[in-house]
């Protein structure tokens, strides 16, 4: 059974920083990609950052340089470290396997807020 559990989100302030952590199934986290996703209200999900089974990263252009994605591979966890948050960051952040496949089972997310 695929289970996700994300942690570590909250409400910061524009340029604060949290660690967000997620903890994965042994079955979903021997995929070669983990990734790191989020949902604001309105909006389809987006892919913010992947990283191999290896450490090879990728980013999308709006979070690189502030975000950091990482994995512990012996804890099957996976973490993304999000630095000089912006308002417009604010959404539900998700981890899963990439790429997510349409009828792909999703955690509870943890909420990030980032006021002004």
């Known amino acids: 059974q695929v289970q996700l559990v994300e942690s570590g989100g909250g409400l910061v302030q524009a340029g604060g920083s949290l660690r967000l952590s997620c903890a994965a199934s042994?079955?979903?986290?021997?995929?070669?990609?983990m990734a790191w996703y989020r949902q604001s209200p309105g909006k389809q999900r987006e892919l913010v950052a992947r990283?191999?089974?290896?450490?090879?990263?990728n980013y999308a252009n709006s979070v690189k340089g502030r975000f950091t994605i990482s994995r512990d591979n012996a804890k099957n966890t996976v973490y993304l470290q999000v630095n000089s948050l912006k308002p417009e960051d604010t959404a539900v952040y998700y981890c899963?396997?990439?790429?997510?496949?349409?009828?792909?089972?999703w955690g509870q997310g943890t909420q990030v807020t980032v006021s002004s």
């Open positions: 990283i191999t089974r290896g450490g090879m990263t």
């Open positions: 042994v079955s979903i986290f021997s995929t070669n990609f």
């Open positions: 899963n396997i990439w790429p997510a496949a349409s009828d792909t089972s």
